[in-house]
């Protein structure tokens, strides 16, 4: 009686050990910070965080700006500008934007936009994964304020999914510069463009695309070369309506982006063969300079050895997901002003600078010392070289918040200059945007003199 009390526990204890895993879906609530914010700067965190440190894969995530207490931050206090979700790994096969030793999970801006898959996939993790972030904070209070980035992540355990590899891809190529400047000068209502191409590592099916645009951006797309260059989607901006919060905040620091980009999905998936090109294609409203737009795309593709030589109709079932609510689809046109603060921490438009402008020759500099441009405004002809001399060794930089023509200089500190060319006649408003309300400059060119 004994023996079969034995043969029968170990049977038992066998079974429960052959058996699989019972599936189960889990959302976890993670954070990292505090980040300090206060008196209109900006922060770019790139650190650790923790990951979900479970066997499974990762359905879904979500991001927000919380306080200590887990309160919801608005843009009135803090913006989240972008934040990426990286995976530390040695990668046998990247994308053209990634390094050798991280994967870009899941990202997202001012649009705020969820992470999600079609049914039956996910993004595989294991209980060792390393995650680290990178992001670009901007207060838009003089108030301190402790900003923890909060994130949800939807993991499914116990149950074998089909696995989706991650690829971000950028109109602009992979440089070092995420963001790219829109030089302006086109007639109203006309469109400047950048592609670049991708050749795809393995031949699989996209199953989901989001996107990442700025403020002024109007279309953003795959296509396909060896079909014919086909659009294979999109993920065309919205912009929020004139009441909405983006667009109420003050001060104005930078042009509002877009409150939703269309998310596609699709079960069935396009089909890509390893080895051929896709092809992705930003544009932006072309008749104003832009100085930092971007145009990223985060292509999740799952691997299969099944896919036709032939181009084959798109899947039936791809669709793409856009927010509810009102909403405009051409970018408004904002203008970013100069803005100060006053001793009792109000916000102002600075009309007209406290200075008289400084008549100057065709080559003059402009020194940013001591958190300020001297002189902070200044005459110059057309065709004038401006050098900007960075003295401190705080970084700073020069940024257009408005001006007929594109100017700027790299964050530059101890010593560096930069010299910049005027070729069109009017007034530049500019401003260093990590100081955004105290490091103003104003440079009117002077058009050329009758009989010169």
Request: hydrophobic residues 35%; contains cysteine; glycine residues 10%.
């Amino acid at each position: 009686m004994r023996s079969a009390l034995v043969v029968l526990t170990l049977a038992v204890l066998t079974a429960l050990l052959a058996a699989p895993a019972q599936a189960a879906t889990r959302t976890y609530t993670l954070r990292t910070g505090p980040v300090h914010m206060g008196g209109f700067n900006v922060k770019f965190p790139k650190r650790p965080v923790r990951a979900p440190n479970v066997d499974g894969y990762v359905v879904g995530m979500t991001v927000d700006l919380v306080d200590k207490r887990g309160r919801a931050i608005t843009i009135r206090d803090v913006m989240l500008h972008h934040v990426v979700f990286h995976r530390r790994a040695r990668l046998g096969q990247r994308g053209p934007c990634t390094s050798p030793f991280s994967e870009p999970i899941y990202g997202t801006g001012e649009e705020k936009q969820d992470l999600r898959f079609p049914r039956g996939y996910g993004y595989r993790v294991r209980r060792n994964d390393r995650w680290r972030i990178t992001a670009m904070l901007m207060s838009h209070s003089i108030r301190a304020k402790d900003a923890y980035i909060r994130y949800r992540v939807k993991v499914v355990t116990g149950k074998r999914l089909t696995a989706v590899r991650p690829f971000w891809l950028r109109a602009n190529g992979c440089g070092k510069q995420v963001s790219y400047p829109v030089p302006g000068g086109g007639p109203p209502g006309s469109t400047s463009r950048r592609s670049s191409t991708w050749r795809v590592p393995f031949s699989g099916r996209i199953v989901a695309v989001g996107g990442h645009l700025h403020g002024s951006a109007k279309d953003m797309w795959l296509s396909q070369p060896r079909c014919h260059n086909r659009r294979l989607l999109d993920t065309t901006p919205r912009y929020g309506m004139p009441n909405h919060l983006y667009y109420r905040a003050r001060p104005i620091l930078h042009e509002p982006g877009p409150v939703d980009t269309r998310y596609f999905l699709s079960r069935t998936g396009i089909p890509v063969r390893r080895g051929e090109r896709i092809r992705i294609t930003g544009t932006y409203e072309g008749s104003r300079p832009h100085p930092r737009v971007m145009s990223i795309m985060h292509v999740y593709i799952a691997p299969t050895s099944d896919v036709p030589k032939r181009c084959k109709a798109l899947p039936a079932d791809r669709k793409g997901l856009e927010k509810p609510g009102p909403v405009r689809t051409e970018p408004p046109n904002v203008v970013v002003p100069l803005n100060g603060v006053r001793p009792n921490g109000r916000t102002f438009t600075v009309k007209t600078p406290p200075d008289g402008a400084r008549r100057l020759k065709r080559r003059a500099t402009v020194s940013l010392r001591a958190g300020r441009f001297t002189p902070r405004h200044i005459s110059v002809p057309l065709g004038a070289r401006v050098t900007w001399r960075f003295n401190d060794a705080i970084p700073h930089n020069v940024l257009l918040a408005s001006g007929p023509q594109l100017i700027g200089t790299p964050t530059l500190s101890h010593g560096a200059t930069k010299t910049s060319r005027f070729s069109k006649p009017g007034r530049y408003e500019l401003f260093c945007y990590l100081h955004p309300m105290t490091m103003h400059e104003v440079v009117d060119v002077r058009p050329p003199e009758p009989g010169s």
